[in-house]
């Protein structure tokens, strides 16, 4: 699997971007895909899963919930973030991920397998 992502760029805080991650050489349908974000300093951490298959929850950070939301387009084989109310310790490289994790370790790095490059989100104050 290969994944893409885009949409990242400037926002101001209390504003919006959108983040999407298309992927290729294989369908989603049967795995989970995730978002994970690292700012300047910091080690990479989870923001949002969700499954393709309909049989776990979606799941957000706490950092995000409320604010940001994760979806899916099937037959685009393309997934969302849909970030407001921004905030500028949301600034990062935005990540997203596809694997087949267990249920320890849907918000850890070891449980997906394919990485999409990495987009830049900034928020300005």
């Known amino acids: 699997v290969q994944l893409q992502a885009s949409g990242g760029g400037l926002a101001r805080a209390g504003g919006s971007l959108r983040l999407s991650c298309a992927a290729s050489?294989?369908?989603?349908?049967?795995?989970?895909t995730a978002w994970f974000r690292q700012a300047p300093g910091k080690e990479r951490e989870f923001v949002a899963a969700?499954?393709?298959?309909?049989?776990?929850?979606?799941i957000y950070s706490d950092s995000v919930k409320g604010r940001f939301t994760i979806s899916k387009d099937n037959t685009k084989n393309t997934m969302f973030l849909q970030m407001s109310s921004l905030k500028p310790e949301d600034t990062a490289v935005y990540y997203c991920?596809?694997?087949?994790?267990?249920?320890?370790?849907?918000?850890?790095?070891?449980?997906?397998?394919?990485w999409g490059q990495g987009t830049q989100g900034t928020v300005s104050s």
């Open positions: 050489g294989d369908t989603l349908r049967s795995y989970r």
């Open positions: 969700i499954d393709w298959s309909g049989h776990r929850p979606t």
């Open positions: 991920a596809a694997g087949r994790p267990i249920l320890s370790t849907m918000r850890a790095e070891l449980g997906y397998r394919y």
